[in-house]
C-alpha cells in the first residue's frame, strides 16, 4: 500500500513537472508550432506580395481607365469647339453677304442661331475696330471691345479663340469666349463673331457616364475648373485644381499625369489621370474614388485571408493534437535519461511510439550499458592523467637540474623555453632570455645556419665538439657538441626547433694531452729503436766476423765447418731483414729485393765454385704484423 502511494505520489509530481515543460517557451509543443508557422509565413508573405502586385495592377488599369475618359473628353471637347468654329465662321459669312440687314434683324438671327446651340450665352457680331454690330443680346450692341486682349488674337489668326474661364462663385456667370475671324475673298478682315459659353451648359454636348462615381473634368489654362460631369457644388478655392492637384499641373506643363489626390469638395480620395487639350492648352481629366477603384480587389483580399485563417487555424489546431502526443512520448524519454544522469542505470524504458522514438528509447537504453563502461574509462584516464602530471613534474625536474643545456625556439629562432643550465651558461636570466633571437645570443655562426637549415629541411643536425670563441674570453676556444631537432605537429609540420647543448671541452682537452703524451713517447721510441737498431747491426756484423774467424780455423769438410757456415748464413739474413726494417717503411717489407739479398749471401757463404744468382718479379711489399712486437722485443 505504501508502495503504491509513493508511486502515486511520483506519478502525479511527473505529470506536473510535464505540465511546466508544456508552458515553458522552448517546449517541443512550441518548437512546432513555430516550424508551422514558419511554414506558413513564406507562403502569405507570397500571398500578400501577390495582393500587392494585384493592387497595383489594379490601381494602373485604374489610372489607365481615367486616362482613356479623359482623353475621350478631350477630344469631345476640342470636337465641340470645332463645331462652334464652323457655325461663328457660317453666321459671319452669312452676315457679310447681307449687309443689308437691319440691328434688329441682325440681333434676331443670332438669337435665332443662340438657340441652336444650348451652351451659348451670348453670339456677337464684331467690326474689325472692335465694336459690337449685333448679338443675342441687344444690350451688348454698340460696346467697344477693340482693346480686349482675346479680340486682338482672333483678328490676327485665321482659327478661333478661346479664352480662360471669367471666375465666379455663382453657378452660370463664369463663361468663356470662343472667337473667330471672318474674312472676305482677298484675305480683308470683316469682322469677328464671339460666342460667350456656359459651361453648365455643356452637359448635352460633353457627358460620358460612368459606374462607381467615376467622373471627368476640364481645366482651362489658369489651372481654373470650367467643367465637371456629374457636376459638383464647389466653392472658389476648390476650383483651383492646377494649385491643389499635382496630376492637373503636369498636364498644363504638357505631359499626362496621375495620381490620388484628396478631392477637398467631397471629403475622399480619388485616383486620376489628366490629359493636355494641346491645341488650346486646357486639361482634360477623369477619375474616380479610390475606396471604389479598390473595392473589387479588396473584396478578393477579404475573401481569400477569410480561407487561408481557417486553413491556418485548422493546421495549428492538428499541429496542436499531433504536438501533444510527441511531447508525452519525449517527455519521458527527457525523465529516463534524468535518471539515468542521476546513476540509476539498472531501469530501462520500454521501446515504443514512432520510429524515431524507438530509436532514441533504444539509444538511451544502450547508453544505459555504456555510462558504467564509460565511468571506469573515466578513472582510468583520470589515473593516466595523474601519471602524466607527475612524469611532467619528473621531465620538469630533470630538465631544470640537469647539466645538458636545453632550449626550445620557435620558428623565428627565437627563444620561447631555456632550462637553468642555459640561463647560467648565457649569463642571463630566463626573463632577459625569452623572446630574444639565437643569433643574439648564440657565439657561432655554423648554429644559427644549422637552425635555418633545421626549420627549412626538417633534418635533425649534430656537430660533434663544435669550436666555440667566447666574446668575453678573446682566445678562449670551447668544445660543444651540439644538436638540433625540429618539432613538429600531428600535421608534419614544423612550429618549433629543440637545441641540446653539452660541454665537451674538459674532454677535448684531456684526449688532446694523451695524444702529446702519445706523440712523445713514439718519439722517444723511434730514438731508442734507432740506436737498438745500430748496435743490433753491429752485434750481428761481429758475431759473423767471430764465426767466420772460427770457419778458418776448421779444416775444409769437416762438419763443424758446415754448420759454422749455416750459422754465418743465418745470421747474415737475419742482419740483412733487419737493416730493412729500419730502412724503408715501418712495419713492411719488399720480399724482392730482401730475397735477392739474403740469396746473395746463401751464394757467398755456401757455394764452393762459381754460381750465378737470379730473382726477378714484381715489387711486392709485405705487411709485418709482428713489427711492433718484434721492435719491442728488440729493445
Known amino acids: ?125 464684331i467690326n474689325p475696330r472692335g465694336r459690337v454690330l449685333a448679338s443675342s443680346i441687344p444690350k451688348l450692341v454698340g460696346q467697344d471691345w477693340g482693346t480686349l486682349t482675346w479680340f486682338r488674337a482672333a483678328a490676327a489668326r485665321q482659327d478661333s479663340v478661346v479664352t480662360n474661364v471669367t471666375r465666379s462663385s455663382q453657378p452660370g456667370d463664369g463663361v468663356f469666349i470662343i472667337a473667330s475671324a471672318v474674312h472676305d475673298d482677298e484675305g480683308v478682315l470683316r469682322g469677328v463673331v464671339a460666342a460667350a459659353i456656359d459651361p453648365d451648359k455643356l452637359t448635352d ?65 480619388r485616383f486620376i489621370s489628366t490629359t493636355p487639350i494641346k491645341s488650346i492648352g486646357w486639361v482634360a481629366g477623369a477619375g474616380r474614388p479610390s475606396d471604389q477603384a479598390t473595392a473589387p480587389i479588396r473584396g478578393q483580399i ?95 625536474a630533470i630538465q631544470e637540474h640537469a647539466q645538458v643545456y636545453l632550449a626550445y625556439l620557435d620558428t623565428d629562432l627565437t627563444y620561447v623555453r631555456v632550462n637553468n643550465a642555459y640561463c647560467e651558461r648565457a649569463g642571463m636570466s630566463r626573463a632577459d632570455l625569452i623572446g630574444r633571437h639565437y643569433e643574439e645570443i648564440a657565439e657561432s ?52 626547433i629543440v637545441v641540446s647543448v653539452v660541454d665537451v671541452t674538459e674532454h677535448v682537452r684531456a684526449r688532446e694531452e694523451r695524444l702529446a703524451a702519445e706523440r712523445m713517447r713514439a718519439e722517444v721510441a723511434e730514438t731508442v729503436a734507432a740506436e737498438i737498431n745500430h748496435r743490433m747491426k753491429n752485434n750481428l756484423m761481429l758475431l759473423a766476423s767471430v764465426l767466420q774467424m772460427q770457419l778458418a780455423n776448421q779444416p775444409p769438410g769437416s762438419q763443424a765447418a758446415a754448420q759454422l757456415r749455416d750459422a754465418i748464413g743465418r745470421i747474415s739474413s737475419l742482419s740483412v731483414v733487419h737493416e730493412h726494417l729500419y730502412e724503408g717503411q715501418p712495419g713492411q717489407v719488399e720480399l724482392t729485393d730482401v730475397m735477392k739479398r739474403i740469396g746473395e749471401i746463401v751464394v757467398s757463404t755456401f757455394s764452393k765454385g762459381t754460381a750465378k744468382l737470379s730473382v726477378s718479379g714484381d715489387v711486392v711489399l709485405r705487411l709485418l704484423q709482428g713489427w711492433r712486437g718484434y721492435r719491442h722485443g728488440c729493445q
Not at 473 to 496: K, L, M, N, Q, T
Open 302 to 396: 477579404s475573401r481569400n485571408a477569410i480561407v487561408i485563417t481557417g486553413a491556418a487555424l485548422l493546421a495549428f489546431l492538428l499541429a496542436s493534437i499531433i504536438a501533444k502526443g510527441i511531447a508525452f512520448r519525449i517527455q519521458r524519454l527527457s525523465r529516463y535519461a534524468a535518471r539515468l544522469g542521476e546513476g540509476e542505470l539498472d531501469r530501462r524504458i520500454e521501446e515504443s511510439g514512432p520510429v524515431e522514438m524507438v530509436s532514441l528509447a533504444r539509444a538511451l537504453n544502450f547508453m544505459a550499458g555504456e555510462l558504467q563502461q564509460r565511468d571506469d574509462e573515466r578513472e582510468q584516464l583520470l589515473r593516466v592523467e595523474r601519471e602524466r602530471a607527475e612524469n611532467a613534474g619528473l621531465l620538469e
Open 445 to 496: 655562426p655554423e648554429a644559427a645556419a644549422a637552425l635555418r637549415q633545421v626549420r627549412e629541411a626538417g633534418e635533425v643536425i649534430r656537430f660533434a665538439e663544435l669550436a666555440w670563441e667566447s666574446k668575453q674570453r678573446p682566445g678562449f676556444i670551447s668544445y660543444w657538441d651540439w644538436a638540433a631537432a625540429p618539432v613538429r605537429d600531428e600535421h608534419g609540420s614544423i612550429y618549433g
Open 205 to 269: 454636348r460633353l457627358r460620358i457616364d460612368r459606374a462607381r462615381s467615376g467622373a471627368f473634368s476640364i481645366t482651362d489654362k489658369s489651372g481654373w475648373l470650367v467643367y465637371r460631369y456629374p457636376p459638383a457644388r464647389m466653392t472658389m478655392e476648390q476650383r483651383e485644381w492646377g494649385k491643389l492637384y499635382a496630376p492637373v499641373r503636369q498636364a498644363l506643363a504638357g505631359k499626362e499625369g496621375f495620381g490620388e489626390i484628396f478631392a477637398t469638395y467631397e471629403s475622399q480620395k
Open 1 to 125: 500500500m505504501a508502495d503504491s502511494e509513493r508511486h502515486l505520489g511520483e506519478n502525479q509530481a511527473e505529470m506536473a513537472r510535464g505540465r511546466r515543460r508544456q508552458a515553458h517557451p522552448g517546449s517541443i509543443r512550441n518548437l512546432l508550432f513555430l516550424l508551422l508557422l514558419a511554414a506558413l509565413v513564406p507562403v502569405l508573405l507570397v500571398q500578400a506580395a501577390i495582393y500587392y502586385q494585384e493592387s497595383r495592377a489594379a490601381r494602373e488599369d485604374e489610372f489607365l481607365s481615367n486616362l482613356e475618359v479623359a482623353r475621350a473628353a478631350a477630344g469631345l471637347f476640342e470636337s465641340y469647339l470645332r463645331d462652334v468654329h464652323r457655325e461663328e465662321t457660317a453666321v459671319g459669312e452669312a452676315l457679310l453677304q447681307s449687309a443689308s440687314l437691319s440691328p434688329a434683324r441682325a440681333n434676331r438671327f443670332l438669337t435665332n442661331v443662340d438657340k441652336q446651340y444650348p451652351a451659348i450665352a451670348a453670339l456677337n457680331w
